[in-house]
């Protein structure tokens, strides 16, 4: 009898051990499965991706090099999302801009799902009539929101010390920049580049923009917009600040805003190369 009690204190000694064991790596367990789900996610998200929104966003998210079905070089139609201003911290600024109240996760599944209205970016939510499952639209944002790590959201990137007058950039002279004369032939390229095209259509084209207003003959017309100012000081400030002024004709009807469906980050984006507004403002205006 004495050796059966002896054997089962020993046995629930062990039993409460091993238990006890088990509780302690529960944590690191636990953990281990969740970053192995999180992986899985972003790794699904990355494959729906690069499969539906890369001929638009990029092969990097950075709306800079896009190709169709069939391989070939096309212009990025759509933002970059591979973004500071999208994914870092806990307000981005692009919520800020587009006046979304939410988390950053919200507004990108919901920018995923139901797309955004007056863009070129559509659905892709069964539920909007798009093609992917709640749960491919869920992997589709991990795998956007992945690129807010540690290292990329460290700081903040400088934007460009734009002039408030169109006049003192065009003769800004400073250590770091010196403007040069404009280049309408560079100007084009600007203008495909960041994807102005697949908004405002072609400038040699009168009808051919999609989203906004046709820019063909904003030379002439720019200069009726905002009291007081030239077609160039109007171009050059709804580049840099789209959400001041709504035009007042967009490709299906009056244009909606603010904010304004035109692209947010122009300021931040050009800061890499101030010639390129040069440029894309003797495309547009000449100067």
């Known amino acids: 009898m004495q050796v059966k009690v002896v054997i089962g ?3 629930f000694m062990l ?27 972003i790794e699904t998200g990355a494959k729906i991706y690069i499969d ?3 001929t638009c966003h990029g092969v990097e998210a950075k709306a800079e090099e896009c ?12 933002l970059p999302l591979n973004n500071y201003f ?3 911290g806990d307000a981005p600024a692009r919520l800020e801009q587009t006046r979304f109240e939410g988390t950053k996760e919200q507004f990108i599944e919901r920018t995923i799902a139901a797309g ?4 070129v970016m559509p659905p892709w939510s069964s539920r909007y009539g798009g093609p992917m499952r709640d749960d ?51 100007g084009a390229a600007v203008y495909a580049s960041y994807a102005c095209t697949s908004c405002h259509g072609n400038v040699d084209e009168a009808g051919s923009n999609q989203i906004g207003p046709w820019l063909g003959d904003i030379a002439e017309v720019g200069a009726t917009r905002v009291e007081g100012q030239t077609a160039l000081q109007y171009v050059y400030h709804s580049i840099l600040y ?19 469906a035109m692209v947010q980050d122009l300021a931040f984006r050009m800061s890499s190369n101030p010639q390129d507004m040069i440029d894309l403002l003797a495309y547009l205006v000449g100067n």
């Not at 955004?116 to 863009?119: A, H």
């Open 52 to 54: 539906n929104c890369a």
């Open 242 to 260: 789209p959400n001041d002024y709504i035009a007042p004709d967009c490709a299906n009807g009056p244009c909606t805003g603010p904010p304004s």
């Open 86 to 88: 999208l994914v870092c």
């Open 67 to 78: 190709y169709d079905a069939t391989g070939n070089s096309i212009t990025c139609q759509g």
């Open 9 to 11: 204190t020993i046995a």
């Open 15 to 41: 039993t409460m051990i091993i238990l006890g064991y088990a509780a302690l790596r529960e944590p690191e367990r636990l953990e281990h499965f969740t970053n192995a789900r999180e992986g899985r996610t």
């Open 136 to 186: 491919q639209v869920a992997n589709v944002a991990a795998f956007v929101l992945n690129f807010a790590n540690e290292e990329f959201c460290a700081e903040e990137p400088i934007s460009f010390d734009w002039p408030e007058l169109v006049e003192d950039f065009l003769t800004l002279e400073t250590e770091d920049f010196v403007a040069g004369p404009g280049d309408p032939e560079n």
């Open 116 to 119: 955004r209205s007056g863009t």
